[in-house]
């Protein structure tokens, strides 16, 4: 069976610190590796991965594929307030384009 | 660029009622999606259309939740008849092409409660 899995679920730290979230996949015909923040409702796109080793960055966040161990990391370095939402984790595959998403990391900035 | 609409914003129901969606993608965007996504979990999805047909319906439970795009544009999601674990907030989303050969934009969702 198909499956995507991140951990943690959930994660409170201070405003500043850097945090690392986890996402690691089981999946026939991987395509691609997706995250997303999600605050309110709609989930917003932050990085597409298709290659390992090749780290994405934008701004304060960066993320990384291991296509071998079959996991991707998203690091958000300083920490703020705003970065507080939900981080959704979702593999794309090549068999009827289909994608499934992971339940999500709950993140919470103290400031 | 007008972004993924979806109306209603919020719908209360009670169960075994009927409830209906609407979602307008963005234009040009090939790829529609209709996903749930219950409190704590992460969106699943339901339907997934390329222009009019149907991609990947695995995930719909038949007997009580329909979707359709008829014109390959706007699409509605219809659950008849409702039970309690509908409640959910129902996401559309929209991609130029296949979802993970390109972006998927979000619509708002609705927040559906089945009392």
């Known amino acids: 069976e198909d499956k995507v899995v991140q951990s943690p679920l959930s994660l409170v730290v201070h405003e500043g610190d850097t945090v690392t979230l986890n996402c690691s996949y089981e999946?026939?015909?991987?395509?691609?590796l997706l995250w997303y923040k999600q605050e309110k409702k709609a989930p917003t796109f932050l990085f597409m991965l298709t290659s390992s080793g090749i780290e994405k960055k934008s701004g304060r966040l960066s993320s990384i594929l291991d296509k071998k161990e079959l996991f991707s990391i998203l690091n958000i370095t300083a920490t703020q307030t705003g970065d507080s939402a939900i981080y959704l984790c979702a593999v794309a595959m090549n068999r009827d384009d289909k994608i499934i998403f992971g339940k999500g990391t709950r993140l919470h900035i103290l400031p | 660029e007008a972004g993924v609409a979806q109306s209603p914003r919020y719908k209360i129901i009670e169960k075994r009622q009927s409830v209906a969606f609407w979602c307008n993608p963005i234009s040009g965007h090939a790829t529609l999606y209709w996903y749930q996504q219950i409190l704590g979990q992460g969106p699943k999805l339901l339907i997934q259309?390329?222009?009019?047909?149907?991609?990947?319906d695995s995930q719909l439970p038949k007997d009580r939740f329909s979707a359709e795009r008829l014109k390959g544009v706007d699409s509605t999601l219809k659950i008849q008849p409702a039970k309690l674990e509908d409640s959910a907030v129902y996401l559309c989303?929209?991609?130029?092409?296949?979802?993970?050969?390109?972006?998927?934009?979000f619509g708002p969702g609705t927040r559906l409660t089945v009392l």
């Open positions: 259309f390329q222009n009019n047909g149907v991609v990947d």
């Open positions: 999946v026939t015909n991987f395509r691609s």
């Open positions: 989303a929209s991609s130029l092409i296949a979802g993970g050969q390109d972006t998927q934009y």
